[in-house]
């Protein structure tokens, strides 16, 4: 008999703030296969929308470090499209039921979840619990407790876990976050984050279905906001208060459609975040002591640009910010390079977000933020 989703549901357990997975999967660990540090690792795509298929599957046609080994679909017509497309054995094809007997493919070493956020945590955990090095897509889950089992999965099952916000391999921001480091123009006085799209033509898309998205414009576009004000000020904030706005609450039923948040920095520096579902907008500006960076674009899929105070060259080349991302990642593993995006990152920033919900639930109150340097 064929397994729900309900089925699986049930068999991650809610404890005080955090996952437990009972069943047999617990049993299905596996080790990896041996890894030679010139391999190429082996990727499995986790959900077959279009995130893997215009973005994902492509830039695996590039990397230097992995490669598409698998795919993991619910929908049984995808397996030919893609097993003709990217010549993909029939062993590396699994479904949401089947999936756990990864642990006994040593092809694959990497599991990408590509899945709507409500199912994020559901299959980082079992993948790190067949023993495979995990990336999870943005948001990272739906709130920190989620973040918190997949980081203590990955931990027990001793696999890297990484986020997938591809920016911080992007040279357009790295640029921006050596800036920051380096303190070109002295120290961050002020920053301004803005992402958004216009969304108009599915009101059925997950999107806007809380159960499955766990909020709207703040959990899609909005966790960039967060991140472009964080790595522009070098900072983690140390409060933050928020507004809501809705302009078509006939689409926006479940969700959020605009909100705008302030950090204040404990140098003293303040931000302004905005992020919706109703404007086209992507951006970034940081204002330091002695100068300026703006980026726009600033989170798109590039090519990004970006211009300063002073008359640095802000042309570099493109390549798929994809790309780049999960060679970083392949690289953490093979070569001990740094794992550029930590589950303490995603992490993190669903700490931003439950609290920019509270603070719109409590009429735009300062809601304190404890943060360290956790991310950073
Ligand atoms: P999508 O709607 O195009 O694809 C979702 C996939 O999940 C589909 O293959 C669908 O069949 C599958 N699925 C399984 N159960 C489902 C359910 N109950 N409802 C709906 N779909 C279900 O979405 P997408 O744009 O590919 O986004 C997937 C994830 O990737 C999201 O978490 C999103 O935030 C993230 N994403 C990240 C970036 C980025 O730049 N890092 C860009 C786009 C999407």
Not at 89 to 98: F, L, S
Not at 110 to 132: C, D, Q, T, W
Not at 187 to 211: C, F, H, I, M
């Amino acid at each position: 008999m064929k397994k729900s989703r309900r089925d699986f549901n049930n068999l991650l357990i809610r404890g005080a703030g955090s996952f437990v997975l009972a069943g047999p999967f617990n049993a299905a660990r596996a080790t990896l296969g041996p890894i030679t540090p010139n391999q190429k690792l082996g990727i499995v795509l986790v959900g077959l929308g279009s995130y893997s298929t215009y973005q994902l599957a492509p830039a695996l046609q590039q990397t230097q470090y992995c490669y598409l080994a698998g795919i993991v679909t619910g929908t049984p017509e995808k397996e030919k499209t893609w097993s003709d497309k990217y010549d993909i054995p029939k062993e590396n094809i699994y479904n949401y039921e089947n999936f756990d007997k990864i642990s006994e493919n040593p092809d694959i070493h990497i599991v990408y979840v590509v899945l709507p956020n409500s199912m994020h945590a559901e299959f980082s955990i079992r993948a790190a619990n067949a023993g495979k090095h995990v990336i999870c897509e943005k948001p990272m889950a739906m709130n920190v407790s989620e973040c918190n089992a997949i980081i203590d999965a990955c931990k027990k099952a001793k696999v890297k876990l990484g986020v997938g916000y591809r920016l911080h391999s992007e040279p357009y921001t790295r640029e921006l976050k050596s800036i920051v480091h380096k303190k070109d123009f002295g120290e961050v006085r002020y920053v301004t984050a803005d992402a958004g799209y216009y969304s108009g033509s599915n009101p059925g898309q997950w999107r806007l279905n809380k159960a499955l998205a766990g909020g709207g414009a703040l959990m899609n576009m909005g966790v960039y906001s967060i991140q472009s004000a964080i790595y522009g000020s070098g900072m983690n904030p140390v409060s933050v208060s928020a507004q809501e706005f809705s302009t078509r609450p006939e689409y926006f039923k479940d969700t959020d459609e605009t909100i705008t948040a302030q950090f204040e920095f404990p140098n003293g520096a303040t931000g302004n975040i905005m992020t919706s579902h109703n404007v086209n907008i992507n951006r970034h500006y940081s204002n330091f002591e002695n100068g300026w960076v703006e980026l726009n674009p600033a989170n798109h899929y590039g090519p990004l640009a970006g211009g300063s105070s002073d008359n640095r060259n802000w042309d570099f080349p493109h390549e798929r910010q994809q790309k780049l991302q999960m060679d970083d990642f392949a690289k953490h593993i093979l070569h001990d390079a740094p794992n550029l995006i930590p589950g303490e990152m995603g992490k993190r920033d669903m700490i931003i977000v439950e609290a920019i919900y509270q603070s719109i639930k409590e009429g735009g109150k300062k809601i304190p933020l404890d943060l360290g340097n956790m991310g950073l």
